[in-house]
T-cell receptor, first 112, second 110 residues
């Protein structure tokens, strides 16, 4: 079974731009969560989607948004990028009713 | 607010020795705890989990201990190997939400 995939793996953007990251969960997994990882803050929960609905949201500004498609693939968007948005963005999927999450390799976003 | 933290940011151990990584959590309502391993350039990898109604759980070379009285979680790695070098995260989980610790870097010395 293929693991969680994320595209692109690396991205460089300029302040003020917007970016869209993509995540494909493990086949059959309907829950997709997004996390931001930085050296100073560690792993911070962004949001979780289940069956195309946002089920939970972390404490991030409205510039961070996401969506999930009917095939469970998910995208997250960050608008008006700031330098502090530079981070590794991780996506994780899990099966219904279980806690074990499977993470993708992440997208390394650098904002200059 | 809720938080999950780690006592030691870096742990160095000799190859073959046992490693113990500690974690403190603050939300006593969490019913599930997980340890993850993250190697450089990769996403976190599930190691072992434990439910709040348990005190101990063993896997292959790893053991997780949960002390709910003092809200403490630990990961024990037996006979530490070079391949164990990584950052280890603890996490607590409640309904639809996970809180991760900041991580401990484990360095295995030859």
């Amino acid at each position: 079974k293929a693991g969680v995939t994320q595209t692109p793996r690396y991205l460089i953007k300029t302040r003020g731009q917007q970016v869209t990251l993509s995540c494909s969960p493990i086949s059959g997994h309907r829950s997709v969560s997004w996390y931001q990882q930085t050296p100073g803050q560690g792993l911070q929960f962004l949001f979780e989607y289940f069956s195309e609905t946002q089920r939970n949201k972390g404490n991030f500004p409205g510039r961070f948004s996401g969506r999930q498609f009917s095939n469970s693939r998910s995208e997250m968007n960050v608008s008006t990028l700031e330098l502090g948005d530079s981070a590794l963005y991780l996506c994780a999927s899990r099966g219904q009713g279980i806690y074990e999450q499977y993470f993708g390799p992440g997208t390394r976003l650098t904002v200059t | 607010g809720e938080s999950v933290g780690l006592h030691l940011p870096t742990l160095s151990v000799q190859e073959g020795d046992n490693s113990i990584i500690n974690c403190a959590y603050s939300n006593s309502a969490s019913d599930y705890f997980i340890w993850y391993k993250q190697e450089s350039g990769k996403g976190p990898q599930f190691i072992i989990d434990i439910r709040s109604n348990m005190d101990k759980r063993q896997g292959q070379r790893v053991t997780v201990l949960l002390n709910k009285t003092v809200k403490h979680l630990s990961l024990q790695i037996a006979a530490t190997q070079p391949g164990d070098s990584a950052v280890y995260f603890c996490a607590e989980a409640g309904t639809y939400k996970y809180i991760f610790g900041t991580g401990t870097r484990l360095k295995v010395l030859a």
